[in-house]
């Protein structure tokens, strides 16, 4: 022991003289590798978030928000029917270089149709490189969208749909559509190593990869030829750091500048640090206890309502989502349109709870199981914690619930086939409209097979609801009849929804302009750092 | 330290009783102060395990979110009502350590009967029938020893899922080859002596010959192991625990609350620090008890 | 002594064999199912889950699955990563000095501090100084790492801050990888600050990785020596009036060094084992944390893959310390 004492003393002026590189380095604490760095096969923010860095699209999202703007299309044109999208390439646009690639061209449009076909056509030598499985692409239903994607000129590509869509543009402003070089793509798939442009990947974006050391760090330059103009900060670090407390740890020390997904247990002492601000923004999701409703004893109403009012909402969003969330009510988030503020939350009230479940035949109680996912998700800090709560609550009324947990994949297959009696679960929207949360979640399509209606709820005056709304275009005639799906929802109880987190992100005090996005995405381009 | 070391001196032990073998023993036993000290501790955690229901001052599952995160009672905002603090959802640490320590004494209890059963059995097989089925188990088991044992333990559970039952069968697996090997050994030394030969003319079968005679002969090796062994099923128990891969929330298993408490190392010290202190000393109980009984059990090391 | 060399070569083989077994079947075992793992939250359509189970030959009988993998085992190839699509071989290559660096460091810290005081407790024995040391050497074995890594990141990096949190090396440093070991990089690299930053990081996770092999070297040497100075020739020298510290560290400390070298053999499982938690605690980028990801993202074949690199690993240093011990000590040859 003696040995460590005097080893720190060695060592400890030596940090304190680690001086400050003189370009501006702006460090972020990741959470966690990514899996590469190609988006399009990806669904994970930790990946997103390493290569949206490196990448342009075709169109982009404003900073902080979600209006869309000109990207590697300085302008477009859609023609009446809404079924044809002409783009007009930016010129000049500049592709990154690095240690197997010095690219002989600019941006053109064979890149942007190769963006297209990559995902699109399975002939595409590249469409299986690193994985066939282009969820998002696939899940935006753009195979079945997509007439034809063509090259008119250099700088412009002519793209036709099937039918008018028109959420097209925001769609390509996503992660999966950016765009890889395909003069980059031919030549590593001539050199026999077709996935080295998703490992050591060339972009347009503002930052270039300098080094990726999996699980230590991601290093970038900003790309002086950037389209844009030169980022403001010179070097981009991602410290890929897992544990939360750890992140914390390391900003306040002033190792990290910015960091996601903080531990909400340390969030009183992150208010009360001074060099540390957190910015916060409503998230666009739902954590919820789903009853599966086609099994006894969920299948009847009464012992629904009857679990909804012996579990203590409030204390469970004190307890585990601390100030990171409100408690839910509806199964979509406040900050969406169509939202019944009008809903009262069935109250907490075991005794009535107890009654209920007497009257539905069980006076003394039941016996259940009780999922509760593996993972922390950004709608759930902590689901066994949450189980561990609920199940205290239970007992109070006599309801033995079990815990149980699986492999995280395990546990969605196994949600979706409909094996558990309560699980928890939850979702993030994807594009802000009621439909992604309550025909996706609760509508009886999904219910069927391995649908994602956990619940397995099919109610049919719900479901007509939902389902008419989806086909109506005018959005005051789809408020009124969301808000009445929620009334159902409230009285049929499929769920007991537990909380919306909110998004928070730490960041210390000399971090300039850094903008929360509604994705969840870090950006880093646009942010500055004072004092270095 | 490792059973590998010590299997050799212990099975060559000469059995020649001197009068009171008992009363010998205890002497070289109670001569030893640490041994003496881990015995003390061991019978204090059994009755703190036997008594819980009475020694608790709360439920260990009661959850009251208005008091959660609450510093042991000598800190500022502490009160005697909860005198290790609760944790983050209100539960009282003291009662989950008090009921957590059946856990412990339970795993610990549990795998070493396993391993020593099956263990012995193969072993005396192994010895005995040698041949193929020698090589075959012996290779099996070289091949258990070739795998770090944490990380054997971790794919077993993660074959079998995730749980307490689970984890102890983990963990008896891994630990399994050092009884086969000393089970195996203790035959060999002990069939090549005269007295087994004798049983064998005089017409004792060989099962007969395992159980009446070989078995008895190296009992005292198997103790010392079992003792060790005790303490190693607990240490890889709660590593699993704290790896979330033993005994799952709520039980107040001890590793299991420590990867519970992990998110709170910063912000309230005592969530972390007693279930660890609680393992720390346990463990080494054990093992005092373990190096106490081994050398009053080897006479050649006697002194 | 060919005969010998030949013959522990040989018992090698099944080793080996069952090794992959292990890796194969008992990954296979496991419940989960990777290709819904791959697909992420958003799940997957049945025909493209049929369509991938193919690409990844999932959906061929184990028994031919584990031929096409013992072959591939055979020309080098490990597979690819299921979530990452890397090759197996070149993660495991770029994750592996940095274990090995923390490993040697343990070994060495263990070393240094254990055999002096396992001497000076066999020396003095019955002293105060003999149990205390053997009083901490046995707490440092019972200890629970995963626990003491907590504890000391708590008291020496935060409340006292001293050192680093976790990571290999200060973040700001850009230190090209040459030969993957950090201290040796960072060693020759330009940046002066570099390699005290790639030391300090190193000072905890040695610390708790080294406690338990510190512990059994002390606990070791401590009884070698014991069993040493009773020898006959000790006495002789003595007797010879040869100082103390001559018979000492000439005579005794060279023989009973022998058993413990092996052990130091012997502690490599034990420190893998350390290192899955060490890592874990530490966010240490090495082997054993590799693994537990793997484990729970269901990722067969970095699984199967380092599982076998390990074990092959472990069984190589079992059997050249097997070797060596047999060399320098003729009554093992014969023995068994």
């Known amino acids: 022991m003696k040995k460590s004492a005097l080893f720190a003393a060695i060592c400890v002026p030596a940090f304190l003289a680690a001086a400050p590189l003189a370009a501006k380095t702006l460090v972020y604490c990741s959470e966690g590798s990514p899996e590469n760095f190609y988006p399009g096969v990806n669904t994970t923010g930790t990946s997103f978030d390493a290569s949206t860095q490196v990448y342009s699209r075709i169109v982009e999202f404003e900073r902080g928000g979600t209006q869309v703007q000109p990207g590697l299309a300085e302008k477009w044109d859609i023609s009446a029917d809404g079924t044809v999208y002409t783009f007009h390439l930016r010129k000049g646009v500049k592709w990154h270089t690095n240690k197997n690639f010095k690219p002989t061209r600019d941006m053109n449009a064979d890149d942007i149709v190769f963006m297209f076909e990559r995902q699109w056509k399975q002939d595409n030598p590249y469409f299986k490189v690193t994985s066939p499985n282009h969820s998002y692409f696939d899940d935006m239903g753009m195979p079945k969208l997509l007439k034809s994607v063509e090259k008119v000129d250099a700088y412009t590509v002519k793209v036709t749909l099937n039918q008018p869509e028109a959420p097209f543009l925001a769609d390509l402003a996503m992660e999966f559509a950016a765009v890889q070089s395909k003069e980059y793509a031919d030549a590593m798939l001539k050199a026999g190593t077709p996935e080295k442009i998703d490992q050591d990947p060339i972009g347009t974006g503002p930052f270039y990869l300098v080094q990726y050391q999996k699980d230590a760090t991601i290093r970038y330059k900003s790309f002086p030829e950037y389209y844009g103009g030169k980022a403001k900060i010179d070097d981009l670090v991602f410290s890929i750091t897992p544990d939360a407390s750890v992140r914390w740890a390391k900003l306040q020390k002033g190792e990290c500048h910015v960091m996601p997904y903080p531990n909400p247990a340390d969030l009183d002492a992150m208010k009360k640090d001074p060099n540390v601000t957190i910015l916060d923004q409503a998230g666009l999701n739902i954590g919820y206890l789903a009853y599966n409703t086609t099994k006894k004893p969920f299948d009847d109403v009464r012992v629904r309502k009857a679990i909804n009012m012996a579990i203590d909402k409030k204390a469970i969003v004190d307890a585990v989502y601390l100030s990171s969330g409100v408690p839910a009510k509806n199964p979509i988030p406040p900050s969406m349109w169509s939202y019944n503020d009008a809903i009262k939350d069935d109250p907490y009230d075991p005794a009535a709870a107890k009654k209920l479940l007497a009257e539905a035949g069980y006076p003394n109680g039941l016996d259940t199981d009780l999922w509760a996912m593996p993972v922390q998700r950004p709608y759930n800090p902590n689901a066994k914690r949450i189980g561990e709560l609920m199940q205290a609550d239970l007992a109070k009324i006599g309801v033995k619930a079990e815990i149980k947990t699986f492999e995280w994949g395990e546990y969605r297959k196994r949600m979706q086939a409909g094996e558990h009696q309560m699980g928890m679960l939850g979702w993030t929207g994807d594009n802000g409209d009621p439909d992604n949360f309550l025909h996706t979640l609760l509508g009886c399509a999904s219910a069927a097979g391995n649908g994602s209606n956990v619940a397995k709820f099919c109610n049919k005056s719900f479901d007509d609801l939902v389902t008419k709304a989806k086909v109506t275009t005018d959005v005051k005639q789809r408020t009124e009849l969301y808000k009445q799906a929620q009334v159902i929802f409230k009285e049929q109880a499929p769920w007991f929804t537990i909380a919306h987190a909110v998004q928070l992100k730490p960041i210390r005090k000399e971090v300039v302009d850094f903008k929360l996005s509604p994705f969840g995405r870090h950006t880093f381009y646009g942010v500055d750092i004072k004092g270095k | ?303 | 002594m060919l005969r010998f060399i030949l013959t522990r070569v040989s018992l090698v083989i099944p080793t080996f064999i069952g090794i992959t077994l292990l890796a194969f079947f008992l990954i296979r075992l496991v419940p989960g199912d990777p290709i819904e793992t791959m697909a992420g939250e958003r799940g997957i359509d049945a025909a493209r889950h049929e369509q991938l189970k193919k690409d990844f030959g999932l959906d061929k009988p184990l028994i031919i699955q584990y031929g096409y993998y013992i072959e591939r085992v055979l020309h080098g190839d490990l597979g690819k990563s299921i979530v990452t699509r890397e090759s197996v071989l070149s993660e495991f290559q770029t994750l592996f000095p940095a274990t090995v660096e923390l490993a040697v460091c343990a070994i060495l810290f263990a070393l240094f501090l254990g055999i002096p005081a396992g001497i000076l407790a066999a020396v003095r024995r019955n002293s105060i100084f003999d149990h205390g040391v053997m009083g901490i050497s046995l707490t440092g074995y019972s200890m629970p790492i995963f626990w003491w890594g907590l504890i000391l990141i708590l008291v020496v990096s935060v409340q006292l801050g001293w050192t680093p949190v976790s990571g290999r090396i200060d973040v700001l440093y850009y230190i090209e990888p040459v030969t993957g070991f950090l201290l040796i990089d960072s060693f020759f690299s330009e940046d002066e600050g570099a390699f005290m930053s790639a030391l300090g990081h190193l000072i905890l996770p040695t610390i708790v990785l080294g406690t338990q092999p510190l512990a059994t070297i002390a606990r070791m040497t401590r009884s070698a020596m014991l069993e040493v100075l009773g020898e006959d020739y000790i006495r002789t020298a003595k007797a010879k009036g040869l100082s103390r510290f001559r018979v000492i560290g000439l005579h005794a400390l060279r023989n009973a060094l022998i058993p413990v070298v092996t052990v130091i053999g012997l502690q490599v499982g034990v420190l893998f084992t350390g290192a899955i938690l060490t890592e874990t605690i530490f966010s240490w980028p090495g082997i054993g944390k590799w693994l537990i990801e793997a484990i729970f993202r269901r990722d067969y074949p970095v699984l199967q893959g380092g599982l076998l690199l390990v074990g092959v690993i472990v069984m190589s240093v079992n059997l050249i310390v097997d070797l060596t011990y047999g060399l320098i000590n003729p009554r093992i040859r014969h023995n068994r």
């Open chain 2, 1 to 303: 330290m490792t059973a590998e070391t010590m299997e050799a001196p212990l099975v060559a032990a000469p059995t020649a009783t001197p009068p009171h073998p008992l009363r010998e023993f205890w002497g070289y036993f109670s001569a030893n102060r640490g041994a003496v000290a881990g015995l003390f501790v061991i019978v204090g955690v059994v009755l703190v395990a036997l008594l819980a229901d009475v020694l608790a001052p709360h439920s260990p599952y009661l959850t009251d979110t208005k008091i959660a995160l609450k510093p042991p009672f000598w800190q500022e905002g502490g009160s005697i009502t909860y005198p290790l603090g609760t944790d983050a959802i209100g539960r009282d640490i003291l009662s989950r350590l008090i009921y957590g320590s059946r856990l412990s004494l339970l795993i610990g209890v549990i795998v070493i009967s396993i391993s020593i059963v099956v263990g012995t059995v193969l072993g005396l097989v192994a010895g005995f029938a040698r041949g193929v089925t020698e090589i075959f188990i012996m290779r099996l088991m070289d091949i258990v020893l070739t795998m770090p044992s944490l990380l054997l333990a971790i794919v077993v559970v993660a074959v079998l899922g995730p749980g307490l039952v689970n984890s102890m069968l983990a963990v008896a697996l891994v630990i399994l080859p050092h009884y086969v090997r000393l089970a195996r050994a203790a035959v060999i030394t002990e069939t090549s002596k005269d007295y087994v030969t004798a049983a064998r003319v005089s017409g004792a079968g060989n099962l007969r010959l395992m159980f009446k005679e070989v078995l008895p002969n190296c009992t005292a090796p198997l103790i010392v192991q079992a003792s060790l062994g005790i303490s190693t099923a607990i240490l890889d128990a709660a590593a699993l625990g704290f790896l979330g891969l033993g005994a799952q929330p709520p039980s107040p298993e001890w590793g299991t609350m420590l990867a519970d408490a992990r998110e709170f190392v910063l912000r309230a010290w005592w969530v972390v620090t007693f279930p660890g202190l609680a393992i720390l000393i346990t463990v080494l109980a054990f093992n005092l008890l373990g190096d106490g009984l081994r050398d009053a059990l080897d006479p050649k090391l006697k002194r």
